[in-house]
Structure formats: C-alpha cells, structure tokens
C-alpha cells in the first residue's frame, strides 16, 4: 500500500537539538506522518557540519553530507527544513531553496527578524510556502494565530515572555537563589540556549522574536535595530529580594505596542505584579499575552525552548506543507506588511521604576536625592532602606517612582550619579502594569 503513496522528500538542513527531533518524528513516526500528510514523508538528505558525530536517531551514512548543494539540488526534495540557526549560510540557503520552488519550515527567528518580509515575498514570487511557527515560543502556537485566527482584530499590544533560558536562569535566581552563570549551564544542557548563549541572556534573541511578532500583529516591517534591548547579566540577587518586598516577580519581558502611527518594541528586564500571569511563567516556559480590539485580550502559555517542543512546531509546519504538496491544493501565504509604521525610541516611554542606589549614611542624602528626582519631574512613590553597612559608611536606598518619561529618568540617573553622596546606582528595573 505504502508503495502506491505519492512520497514527499525532505531535506534537513542541520540536526542538532532541534533538528535530531525532527529527524526523530520522520523516522520513526513515519505511519503518523503518512496517516496525517496522505503521502508517505520521507527524509532524504540532512547537512551538518560534522558527518563522524554520533547522532539520535541513528541515520545511514550516505544520508549525512556536509555539502549543502546536495540537499538544496535534490531532485526529490520538495521541502527544506532549515534547523542550522545564525544569519550566514542559513539565510542564503532559505533563499536558494525558495527560488527553486521548494517549501521551506525553519526555526530561524534572527532570519526571520532581518528578513522575513523579503523572504515572504520571495516565498509568493516563487508559488512556494514559507514557515517559521518554531521562530518563536518553542511549542506554542503564536504565528499561526497571528497570521490566521486572530486577523479580526487591530492588535494593539503584545506583552510577553519569550525567551526560555532567560526564565530558567530568572526563576532560578529568584525561588533557589542560584548562581547565574550555574544556572546558564543548565539551560545549556538541557538544550534551551543559543549556540552562543550571549544571545539569550543579552535579550537578542527575544528582541529577534518580538520583531517578528509586532511585524506579524501589526502589518508593519519591524526593523530590528529599533528594538530596544537590555539583557539580565546586571540583575543582582538583591533585586530578586527587593521585587519580592515589593510585590514583584522580575522577567525579561518583551513589550509591543501601537500608538497612532507608531509602534513600541522593548525587551528588557521589568518588575511585574505577582498576581500578573505573566509574573507566574516559571522555567523555560513562556506565554505570549495579545490584546485587541475584538478579543480584548488572549494568552498563550506553554514550553518555549527545547527539543520536543520546539519539534512540534516545525512538524506542525511540515505536516501543513505537506498535505498542501500531497493534496495540490495550494496553502495561502500570511497576509503581507501594508503598513509603514514608525518605531518609537525608548526615550518616549512612560513607565514606572525601580532605581537601586548605594548611599553615604548620613543626614540629609535623602534630601539631595529627591531633590535630583524633583527637579526632572519623577515622583517618589516610595523608598525602603536597609541598615547601613558599619564598615563602608554606605547603605542601600531603593526607591519607586510614579509614571515618569524615561528620558528624565535616565538624565536623572546621570545627575544622581555625579552627587558627591552617591557611591553608585545599583539598577534602574522598569515596573510594568498593564
Ligand atoms: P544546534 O543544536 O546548535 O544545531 C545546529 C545544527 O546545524 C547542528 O547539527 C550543526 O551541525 C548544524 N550546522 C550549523 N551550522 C552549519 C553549517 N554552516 N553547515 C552545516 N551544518 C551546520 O541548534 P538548535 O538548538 O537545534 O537550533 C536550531 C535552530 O532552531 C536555531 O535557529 C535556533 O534558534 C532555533 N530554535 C531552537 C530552539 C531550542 O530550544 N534549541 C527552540 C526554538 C528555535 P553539527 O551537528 O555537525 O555541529
Ligand atoms: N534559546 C531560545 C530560548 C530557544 O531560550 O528561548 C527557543 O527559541
């Protein structure tokens, strides 16, 4: 019976953690796949760097090649699955294989950040199909929403975790107080991280990601160097202290929203209400919130980085590819960018926050300090001190403001660093509430 079955040739282009899970499904799910597709799937070449690496599941030899003209040239592949991640050769390879007419799934979300809108329209040009659901949040479905069921909508804000080893190492941090560079080396080994971890914990790649959902939510080219990015290496554990005394977990967030003609993308770290749902994502997990016109607002919640989940979205993908090549009947591309809207700069926000300052212990700082913060128009909304450090002279002052414009605040910062009583700013964290 199989033989009768139309068969559908894939090529993989790399099989580390995520591609070893795709390989795994093709391999050995292979009934599921046909039952699903209607044609048998059949994996035919897959590129790596390094052909001599044992590797799950265990392929034939002749399978693995290092050329990568040998899979994107065959004959019997229809469907490219791009798993090798970075720009370069991943980026020329989609490209190639779009122009030939092939359909290509990928998990590439710094491809999809720089180059989404051309590739699509390469993808269009050639009658070929373009996925990226793994792009962003692992195993959770959020482009296909995006791009399909929630369309109804004018999205006006998208408020999210999207990085995994970032909420790991966070989570971590704040329930075990554990080390951040030990943590790091666990969400290593369990496959969550980037090849190059700084990636993550520098907020490139959810900046990567947010890019690609605030194009996709508001039809607009999100360019991302106008996505303001801070990472999580400046956090200290006092902050974690600080933000459970307050009433706060801390997360990277990754925030879009729309005002008139222009659009705001941020990711860095933010205080957020315990009794946020977002405050309550814990571990590689991540949750993306939408608002919108129609719905007011939906969360998608669920396993953001690692092998399995992220397989499923690009074996979701396939499958839709698949059937579409199996069938004949051509999928429909996600809706272009028709809009040109402009990226505010950080500078405009208006946001509260959380300012972390060492102190000389003495009469009259206090005064000096609100002084700075009076004058630039940011109101106190509290402070806490800690008893001051006998040895030093020093103490630790943490004050909470009320919406303040954030180009005040950090001048504010600057000026409160050049008074005489101020030994250092510890942290400046932004207070989000939504
Ligand atoms: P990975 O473990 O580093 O695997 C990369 C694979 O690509 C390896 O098999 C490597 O070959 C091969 N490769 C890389 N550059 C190559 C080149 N120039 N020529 C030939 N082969 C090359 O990466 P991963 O974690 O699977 O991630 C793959 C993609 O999925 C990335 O875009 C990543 O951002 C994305 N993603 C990952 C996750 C996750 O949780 N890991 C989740 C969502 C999306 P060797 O095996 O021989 O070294
Ligand atoms: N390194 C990424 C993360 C993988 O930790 O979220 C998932 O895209």
């Given at each position: 019976?199989?033989?009768?079955?139309?068969?559908?040739?894939?090529?993989?282009?790399?099989?580390?953690?995520?591609?070893?899970?795709?390989?795994?499904?093709?391999?050995?799910?292979?009934?599921?796949?046909?039952?699903?597709?209607?044609?048998?799937?059949?994996?035919?070449?897959?590129?790596?760097?390094?052909?001599?690496?044992?590797?799950?599941?265990?392929?034939?030899?002749?399978?693995?090649?290092?050329?990568?003209?040998?899979?994107?040239?065959?004959?019997?592949?229809?469907?490219?699955?791009?798993?090798?991640?970075?720009?370069?050769?991943?980026?020329?390879?989609?490209?190639?294989?779009?122009?030939?007419?092939?359909?290509?799934?990928?998990?590439?979300?710094?491809?999809?950040?720089?180059?989404?809108?051309?590739?699509?329209?390469?993808?269009?040009?050639?009658?070929?199909?373009?996925?990226?659901?793994?792009?962003?949040?692992?195993?959770?479905?959020?482009?296909?929403?995006?791009?399909?069921?929630?369309?109804?909508?004018?999205?006006?804000?998208?408020?999210?975790?999207?990085?995994?080893?970032?909420?790991?190492?966070?989570?971590?941090?704040?329930?075990?107080?554990?080390?951040?560079?030990?943590?790091?080396?666990?969400?290593?080994?369990?496959?969550?991280?980037?090849?190059?971890?700084?990636?993550?914990?520098?907020?490139?790649?959810?900046?990567?990601?947010?890019?690609?959902?605030?194009?996709?939510?508001?039809?607009?080219?999100?360019?991302?160097?106008?996505?303001?990015?801070?990472?999580?290496?400046?956090?200290?554990?006092?902050?974690?202290?600080?933000?459970?005394?307050?009433?706060?977990?801390?997360?990277?967030?990754?925030?879009?929203?729309?005002?008139?003609?222009?659009?705001?993308?941020?990711?860095?770290?933010?205080?957020?209400?315990?009794?946020?749902?977002?405050?309550?994502?814990?571990?590689?997990?991540?949750?993306?919130?939408?608002?919108?016109?129609?719905?007011?607002?939906?969360?998608?919640?669920?396993?953001?980085?690692?092998?399995?989940?992220?397989?499923?979205?690009?074996?979701?993908?396939?499958?839709?590819?698949?059937?579409?090549?199996?069938?004949?009947?051509?999928?429909?591309?996600?809706?272009?960018?028709?809009?040109?809207?402009?990226?505010?700069?950080?500078?405009?926000?208006?946001?509260?926050?959380?300012?972390?300052?060492?102190?000389?212990?003495?009469?009259?700082?206090?005064?000096?300090?609100?002084?700075?913060?009076?004058?630039?128009?940011?109101?106190?909304?509290?402070?806490?001190?800690?008893?001051?450090?006998?040895?030093?002279?020093?103490?630790?002052?943490?004050?909470?403001?009320?919406?303040a414009r954030e180009s005040a605040v950090q001048e504010s910062l600057t000026m409160l660093e050049?008074?005489?009583?101020?030994?250092?700013?510890?942290?400046?964290?932004?207070?989000?509430?939504?």
């Amino acid at each position: 019976m199989t033989d009768r079955l139309q068969r559908i040739g894939v090529g993989l282009l790399g099989m580390g953690v995520v591609g070893g899970g795709v390989a795994d499904v093709l391999v050995n799910d292979a009934q599921a796949m046909t039952r699903k597709v209607g044609c048998a799937v059949e994996l035919r070449r897959v590129l790596v760097r390094d052909t001599s690496r044992p590797r799950s599941p265990d392929l034939p030899a002749p399978m693995l090649t290092t050329e990568a003209q040998e899979v994107l040239n065959d004959e019997d592949v229809s469907i490219v699955i791009e798993l090798l991640g970075g720009e370069e050769p991943a980026r020329s390879y989609i490209c190639q294989a779009l122009q030939s007419g092939r359909h290509v799934v990928t998990a590439n979300k710094e491809v999809m950040a720089k180059y989404g809108p051309e590739l699509m329209a390469e993808a269009r040009r050639s009658s070929a199909s373009l996925r990226f659901e793994a792009s962003v949040a692992g195993g959770i479905p959020i482009i296909a929403p995006l791009t399909r069921d929630l369309l109804a909508n004018e999205i006006t804000s998208i408020h999210a975790i999207i990085n995994g080893t970032t909420n790991y190492i966070l989570t971590r941090m704040a329930q075990d107080r554990a080390d951040f560079s030990e943590v790091l080396r666990e969400a290593q080994a369990r496959g969550y991280a980037e090849a190059d971890p700084s990636s993550d914990v520098e907020g490139t790649d959810a900046a990567y990601k947010l890019a690609i959902l605030a194009s996709l939510a508001f039809h607009t080219p999100v360019d991302i160097r106008k996505v303001y990015r801070e990472g999580i290496t400046r956090l200290q554990a006092q902050d974690f202290l600080y933000a459970q005394e307050l009433g706060y977990a801390i997360k990277l967030l990754a925030v879009a929203a729309r005002d008139g003609d222009s659009v705001q993308a941020r990711v860095h770290p933010c205080f957020v209400r315990q009794d946020n749902i977002l405050a309550n994502v814990d571990g590689a997990f991540n949750a993306v919130e939408v608002q919108g016109n129609l719905i007011d607002r939906v969360v998608f919640h669920g396993p953001g980085a690692g092998r399995e989940p992220t397989t499923s979205a690009v074996i979701a993908d396939l499958i839709e590819v698949a059937r579409s090549v199996c069938s004949g009947v051509a999928v429909s591309e996600p809706l272009g960018v028709d809009r040109t809207l402009t990226v505010a700069d950080v500078s405009s926000l208006i946001d509260r926050y959380y300012l972390r300052l060492v102190i000389a212990d003495r009469p009259g700082v206090l005064a000096q300090i609100a002084q700075v913060l009076g004058e630039m128009d940011i109101s106190i909304a509290s402070v806490i001190q800690k008893d001051a450090d006998p040895n030093t002279g020093t103490a630790e002052i943490v004050i909470t403001t009320h919406p303040a414009r954030e180009s005040a605040v950090q001048e504010s910062l600057t000026m409160l660093e050049g008074l005489e009583v101020v030994s250092r700013v510890g942290n400046m964290i932004r207070i989000e509430e939504w």
